[in-house]
C-alpha cells in the first residue's frame, strides 16, 4: 500500500469498498465497449514537501488517487489532465499508456487506489497571500473517454500557501517525574534532582522542529547543570558543565501520544533552600519555524512536578568541622578532676543553626583512666551526627608530683612530698615492693597532717585518694 506525506492513499475507500461493495455493483450498470463508463468519481489527496505538507510554486506535489464511485472495466483507462496552476511536468505511477498522465485498470474495479500523481508546478506560480486552490480535470475511457468528477484535497489541494494551521499541543505540554538521591527518592540542599519528562498528549501532535522549554520557577537559587535527549529530542548545542535554569527540547521527529519520554533534567538545590520549598517548574512551547504569515509565538504553562523530589527535604546530617582531639590531663582526684576542653563545631547543608551537646561536657569532673566523650550536632530538621575523643585521667608518680607542687602552699612540704614520689618510683622500678608502700604511705601521712595547714581539707583528701591509686 502506498502512503503520501503518511497518510495510507487507500484510506477512506477500502471499507467503504468492503462494506458496499455488493450495493453498489448491483445498481451500476457496467460501460459496454465505447460507451459511458457509468457514474465515476475520484478522490485525489494531495501533500507537497513544505511545513505541514503544504505546497508552493516551483516545488513538487505528490497525490494519491482513489476511485470513489462507479465501475471502471477492465481495460479501461483513467486519465489526468493538466493541473492549474501551470505545471512544468507531471506524472502518473503506475503510468498508462495515454500521455502525460494515466492509470491503467487491469481488473474491474469498484472503489479503490489507482496510483500517484507526482506534479512539479513551474517556479512562477503563486507563492504568497491566499495561494491558489489545485484544478485538474480527469477522463475515464473505455476507450472512449468521458469527464469524471475529481475531488481534491490535503495540504496541497491548495498551491502557494505558506502555511496550513496546525492543532497545536496544548499545555502544559509535559510533565515531570524527579527523584533525589536519598535512600527514599527524596532531595535535599546541596544534592541533585534528576527529573525525567513526558509529553501529557493534550492537543495535537509535536512535529519536527517544535521546542519545549523547561524553566526553573522556584527555588529561585535552583539551577540546571544536565539537559539529556531522548530518542525523540535534541537539546542542541550546549557547552559541557553548563549551568543554566532552563532545558530546551527540540523534537527530531513527529511525536503524538501521552508519556512519550522527552528527555531528563538534572537540577543542583544549594544549601540556601528551606526545607519544604516546592520545585516549580514552567513549560515554553514553540512551534516549529514557520513561513510567513504563518504565526509563529510560544506559550507558557506550569509542568507539574511529581515524585519523592518533587520537594526540598532536609535529610542529611550536620558535619563536624572541628573536635578536640584526643588529651591527658593529670588527675587530681580519684574521681573528681574537672577538664576544659574546646567546643566542637559543624556545618549543615540547610540554614539554620546547628546545637552542639557533649557528654561529659567540658568543665565536668572525671576519674582516673579514660572517658570517651560523644558529642551530637543537631540541625533544625532533627538531623544529627556524632564524633567522639579521648579524655585520659592520669595518675603516675610524676603526675601527682606535679599536682602536689600545685596545690601544697607550702614549698618546703611540697618538696618533701614529691622525694617520697620520687623514691617510691625508684622502688617500684628496681622490684621493691615493700620499699614502694612504705614511701607511699609515708607520702599520705605526710598529706593527712596538712590537711588544714597548707592543704585544704578536699585537697589533702584528693591526694591521698591518688596516693593510694599508686600502692602496688
Not at 455488493?22 to 445498481?27: D, G, I, M, R
Not at 501533500?47 to 505538507?53: K, M, R
Not at 494519491?64 to 483507462?77: F, H, I, M, P
Not at 557547552?239 to 532545558?247: H, L
Request: net charge negative; aromatic share 4%.
Amino acid at each position: 500500500m502506498e502512503t503520501v506525506g503518511g497518510r495510507s492513499l487507500r484510506r477512506r475507500w477500502v471499507l467503504f469498498s468492503l462494506v458496499l461493495g455488493t450495493v453498489v455493483a448491483a445498481t451500476t450498470v457496467p460501460a459496454s465497449a465505447g460507451g459511458q463508463p457509468g457514474p465515476v468519481t475520484l478522490s485525489m489527496y494531495c501533500s507537497g514537501p513544505g511545513p505541514n505538507g503544504t505546497v508552493a510554486a516551483g516545488q513538487t506535489d505528490t497525490c494519491g488517487v482513489d476511485l470513489t464511485g462507479g465501475t471502471l472495466q477492465a481495460g479501461s483507462e483513467v486519465v489526468l489532465m493538466q493541473p492549474s496552476p501551470a505545471a512544468t511536468t507531471f506524472s502518473c505511477s503506475p503510468s498508462g499508456q495515454r500521455a502525460p498522465c494515466s492509470f491503467p485498470v487491469s481488473t474491474t474495479m469498484l472503489h479503490g487506489f489507482l496510483g500517484t500523481e507526482t506534479i512539479h508546478f513551474a517556479p512562477d506560480g503563486p507563492s504568497q497571500g491566499g495561494g491558489a486552490p489545485l484544478t485538474q480535470g480527469a477522463e475515464a475511457c473505455t476507450p472512449t473517454c468521458h469527464s469524471v468528477s475529481l475531488r481534491i484535497d490535503g495540504p496541497g489541494a491548495v498551491v502557494g500557501t505558506p502555511f496550513r494551521p496546525r492543532f497545536l499541543p496544548a499545555a502544559p505540554y509535559a510533565y515531570k517525574i524527579c527523584s533525589g538521591p536519598n535512600q527514599d527518592g527524596t532531595v535535599s540542599e546541596t544534592q541533585v534532582d534528576t527529573c525525567r519528562i513526558y509529553t501529557t498528549g493534550l492537543g495535537g501532535q509535536f512535529v519536527q522542529g517544535d521546542i519545549v522549554t523547561i524553566a526553573r520557577v522556584s527555588p529561585v537559587e535552583a539551577t540546571t547543570v544536565t539537559c539529556g535527549d531522548s530518542p525523540v529530542t535534541d537539546t542542541g548545542a550546549r557547552r559541557p558543565g553548563e549551568v543554566t535554569t532552563t532545558c530546551d527540547y527540540r523534537f527530531a521527529t513527529s511525536v503524538s501520544g501521552s508519556g512519550v519520554f522527552i528527555g531528563t533534567e538534572v537540577l543542583a538545590i544549594p544549601n540556601t533552600v528551606v526545607p519544604g520549598a516546592a520545585i516549580v517548574q514552567e513549560a515554553t512551547f514553540c512551534p516549529a519555524p514557520q513561513p510567513a504569515p504563518q504565526p509563529s509565538s510560544c506559550a507558557s504553562s506550569p509542568v507539574a512536578v511529581s515524585g519523592a523530589g518533587a520537594t526540598v527535604v532536609d535529610e542529611i546530617p550536620p558535619t563536624f568541622s572541628s573536635v578536640p582531639p584526643d588529651m591527658t590531663v593529670d588527675a587530681t582526684g580519684p574521681a573528681d578532676t574537672v577538664v576544659q576542653y574546646p567546643a566542637p563545631t559543624a556545618t549543615d547543608n540547610a540554614p539554620g543553626a546547628v546545637s552542639i551537646s557533649c557528654s561529659p561536657a567540658s568543665g565536668s569532673s572525671f576519674a582516673v583512666g579514660d572517658t570517651t566523650v560523644t558529642c551530637t550536632a543537631t540541625d533544625v530538621s532533627g538531623n544529627s551526627a556524632t564524633a567522639g575523643f579521648r579524655v585520659t585521667v592520669q595518675n603516675t608518680f610524676d603526675s601527682l608530683c606535679r599536682v602536689t607542687r600545685l596545690e601544697v602552699t607550702n614549698g618546703g612540704v611540697a618538696h618533701s612530698l614529691c622525694v617520697k614520689l620520687e623514691g617510691a618510683a625508684d622502688a617500684v622500678a628496681s622490684g621493691d615492693t615493700a620499699a614502694a608502700t612504705g614511701k607511699l604511705g609515708a607520702y599520705v601521712n605526710e598529706v593527712e597532717a596538712q590537711s588544714g595547714k597548707s592543704l585544704t581539707d578536699q585537697e589533702a583528701q584528693d591526694l591521698e585518694g591518688l596516693g593510694q591509686l599508686l600502692m602496688p
